[in-house]
């Protein structure tokens, strides 16, 4: 079991910066990949970026590629989201999201994912 609790949204306004963090309960963090996921009213959640259990490996959906970082610190028990050159249609709650991986892999798919937090809101102005 694992609990997860995101901070670090807010209001920013179109071309700024912010950075979640998501701290993670529980001894065996490094052995979670871990996911950040949003979902903007009306819509589906969708994936943003993903980072396997060393970090060695990673994805961005399309539309964040170039603009947002993912990385972790097994040590601090921690996954970021370092966004930059946010847009209005960056606009959603993010979800940091956990899933127990044997290997090094990496996951896509929301219903591969164990344990969510509660989601922290980013609103981006124009």
């Known amino acids: 079991q694992v609990q997860l609790v995101e901070s670090g949204g807010g209001l920013v306004q179109a071309g700024g910066s912010l950075r979640l963090s998501c701290a993670a309960s529980?001894?065996?963090?490094?052995?979670?990949?871990m996911g950040w996921f949003r979902q903007a009213p009306g819509k589906e959640r969708e994936c943003v970026a993903v980072?396997?259990?060393?970090?060695?490996?990673?994805y961005y959906a399309d539309s964040v590629k170039g603009r947002f970082t993912i990385s972790r610190d097994n040590a601090k028990n921690t996954v970021y989201l370092q966004m930059n050159s946010l847009k209005p249609e960056d606009t959603a709650v993010y979800y940091c999201?956990?899933?127990?991986?044997?290997?090094?892999?990496?996951?896509?798919?929301?219903?591969?994912?164990?344990?969510w937090g509660q989601g922290t809101q980013v609103t981006v102005s124009s």
């Open positions: 999201a956990a899933r127990n991986a044997v290997f090094d892999t990496i996951v896509v798919n929301r219903d591969g994912y164990d344990y």
């Open positions: 529980g001894r065996t963090f490094s052995s979670y990949a």
């Open positions: 980072i396997s259990r060393t970090g060695g490996r990673t």
